[in-house]
T-cell receptor, first 116, second 116 residues
Framework: GENVEQHPSTLSVQEGDSAVIKCTYSDSASNYFPWYKQELGKRPQLIID?????GEKKDQRIAVTLNKTAKHFSLHITETQPEDSAVYFCAASSGAGGTSYGKLTFGQGTILTVHP | DTGVSQNPRHKITKRGQNVTFRCDPI?????LYWYRQTLGQGPEFLTY????????KSRLLSDRFSAERPKGSFSTLEIQRTEQGDSAMYLC??????????????FGSGTQLSVL
């Protein structure tokens, strides 16, 4: 089955700096890669996602890049703010249709701390 | 709140007891998922329903676990003869029909189970 590795496990930055979180996946059939943000005691929330037919996607201060050949994808947060502090999870899915739709394999998570 | 709703938020039980959790998905979503999350880890897939049909179960789901979605709306997850290793956050998620945004999972706030 799919295996997703996420690094680093913790990341500490100063407000205004950029933060980068990287994930690798093992199943070359994976074609959907979402990123979730989870604040303490709250539900995981989808912040950005990318499909395998796209190399990069950007939404304001957040961007995701995908390298299918190397089987890795990254989350980039620019101009970080204290409210960006949370646990971030990457995930991968090969469910473009069929019964495995939405069956996400998650990385281990990155605790991001943004210091004011 | 029109998001995914889970009850109870917290459950403390003694080892060997049975527990049942409930999930109410977003009303127009026909796909429903159960995930389990332990401290410091990403969510792990347990099972998936399309309408009332349970289409996939993880090997993590032992025979002590059973999930139902009798009318294709809310779902229940029952754990029989609980063990301390069952202590975790049980997350429910739902997604729309396939195609378009069908891969986007919307999570509930979870049920935190503690087995003493």
């Amino acid at each position: 089955g799919e295996n997703v590795e996420q690094h680093p496990s913790t990341l500490s930055v100063q407000e205004g700096d950029s933060a980068v979180i990287k994930c690798t996946y093992s199943d070359s059939a994976s074609n959907y890669f979402p990123w979730y943000k989870q604040e303490l005691g709250k539900r995981p929330q989808l912040i950005i996602d990318i499909r395998s037919n796209v190399g990069e996607k950007k939404d304001q201060r957040i961007a995701v890049t995908l390298n299918k050949t190397a089987k890795h994808f990254s989350l980039h947060i620019t101009e970080t703010q204290p409210e960006d502090s949370a646990v971030y999870f990457c995930a991968a899915s090969s469910g473009a249709g069929g019964t495995s739709y939405g069956k996400l394999t998650f990385g281990q998570g990155t605790i991001l701390t943004v210091h004011p | 709140d029109t998001g995914v709703s889970q009850n109870p938020r917290h459950k403390i039980t003694k080892r060997g007891q049975n527990v049942t959790f409930r999930c109410d998905p977003i009303s127009e979503h026909n796909r429903l998922y159960w995930y389990r999350q332990t401290l410091g880890q990403g969510p792990e897939f347990l099972t998936y329903f399309q309408n009332e049909a349970q289409l996939e179960k993880s090997r993590l789901l032992s025979d002590r676990f059973s999930a139902e979605r009798p009318k294709g709306s809310f779902s229940t997850l029952e754990i029989q003869r609980t063990e301390q290793g069952d202590s975790a956050m049980y997350l429910c998620a739902s997604s729309p029909s396939p195609g378009g945004s069908g891969e986007k999972l919307f999570f509930g706030s979870g049920t935190q189970l503690s087995v003493l």
